[in-house]
């Protein structure tokens, strides 16, 4: 059974940029669609990113078009979200999961794997 462990997480100043890492074990991620999300204290979880399995399909929720970027590096097991010009409202736990579905799911019901998350904290 895959397992996922986030990194990267952090404090930093509003403006600035963190990547974080989603490794996995146990299991190989080339088979897997996979997932962002964040989950702010007392909102819902928030589908931030999702990718394909090759990394040819990308989407992204609109409030982080053209500040975040998902890709993968299936040979290092890793997917990645690199965020730029973070805002005080991307403050948020950030967690990756893996989903074999047909499709590329956006719903965090239809991923079945999940990370333990990463706290992104952006200061105004």
């Avoid at 509003?14 to 989603?22: F, H, K």
Wanted: with cysteine.
């Amino acid at each position: 059974q895959v397992q996922l462990v986030e990194s990267g997480g952090g404090l930093v100043q509003a403006g600035g940029s963190l990547t974080l890492s989603c490794a996995a074990s146990g299991g190989s991620l080339s088979i897997f669609h996979m997932g962002w999300f964040r989950q702010a204290p007392g909102e819902a979880r928030e589908t931030v990113a999702t990718m394909s399995r090759t990394g040819s399909i990308k989407s992204y929720t609109d409030s982080v078009k053209g500040r975040f970027t998902i890709s993968r590096d299936n040979a290092k097991n890793t997917v990645y979200l690199q965020m730029n010009s973070l805002k005080s409202e991307d403050t948020a736990v950030y967690y990756c999961a893996a989903a074999l579905t047909n499709g590329v799911p956006k719903s965090a019901l239809e991923y079945a794997y999940w990370g333990q998350g990463t706290q992104v904290t952006v200061s105004s």
